[in-house]
T-cell receptor
Framework: EPEVTQTPSHQVTQMGQEVILRCVPI?????FYWYRQILGQKVEFLVS????????KSEIFDDQFSVERPDGSNFTLKIRSTKLEDSAMYFC????????????FGPGTRLTVT | AQTVTQSQPEMSVQEAETVTLSCTYD???????LFWYKQPPSRQMILVIR??????QNATENRFSVNFQKAAKSFSLKISDSQLGDTAMYFC????????????FGGGTRLMVKP
């Protein structure tokens, strides 16, 4: 069964460094998403992406964040200058715009900023 | 803006018994979808069940079923014949059918199935 994959599973970085989190969505899906979950808190929407542009973003998704689909398979989230409060689990998701709105999640990348 | 509330931070159930997890939501929209996601210790989010707001019939997936009360804005999840593998965090989530494609999640309920 097709699934969303994410790399790396765990990333440790120093405050102020740039990180890129990578995702490979399900191949026939058209919408891509990033969510984050700070430890012990609810899952929060960051951004959605369709047709090579951002379709929606939350207040969390400020200028430090960017997304890109550099080729036909990968979908990346870049954090330019990481802060301690960026430490969280980052989930990539994808969906087919069929009207069912089901989003399929990857296993997540745990980002630890020290 | 939509909000999703799960009033039970933790619950436990004996193996083979039935448990119901509560979820309420607030929206002014008439067209939307509701979901229950399971997050086991591995942290991956797994879709359990989906309900379309325009459908009166409650969704069912094997041992999982929902009680969708649209007027009360309630969407509870019933797990029958609980299994040890059901131990996980369960998140209720809402998505608008009219505009936008962001999922709004509740705070989660931690379910422990005891042998």
């Amino acid at each position: 069964e097709p699934e969303v994959t994410q790399t790396p599973s765990h990333q440790v970085t120093q405050m102020g460094q740039e990180v890129i989190l990578r995702c490979v969505p399900i191949s026939n899906h058209l919408y891509f998403y990033w969510y984050r979950q700070i430890l012990g808190q609810k899952v929060e929407f960051l951004v959605s992406f369709y047709n090579n542009e951002i379709s929606e973003k939350s207040e969390i998704f400020d200028d430090q964040f960017s997304v890109e689909r550099p080729d036909g398979s990968n979908f990346t989230l870049k954090i330019r200058s990481t802060k301690l409060e960026d430490s969280a689990m980052y989930f990539c998701a994808s969906s087919v715009f069929t009207g069912t709105y089901e989003q399929y999640f990857g296993p997540g990348t745990r980002l630890t900023v020290t | 803006a939509q909000t999703v509330t799960q009033s039970q931070p933790e619950m436990s159930v004996q193996e083979a018994e039935t448990v119901t997890l509560s979820c309420t939501y607030d929206t002014s929209e008439n067209n939307y979808y509701l979901f229950w996601y399971k997050q086991p210790p591995s942290r991956q989010m797994i879709l359990v069940i989906r309900q379309e707001a325009y459908k009166q019939q409650n969704a069912t997936e094997n041992r999982f079923s929902v009680n969708f009360q649209k007027a009360a804005k309630s969407f509870s999840l019933k797990i029958s014949d609980s299994q040890l593998g059901d131990t996980a965090m369960y998140f209720c989530a809402f998505i608008s059918g009219n505009a936008g494609n962001m999922l709004t999640f509740g705070g989660g309920t931690r379910l422990m199935v005891k042998p």
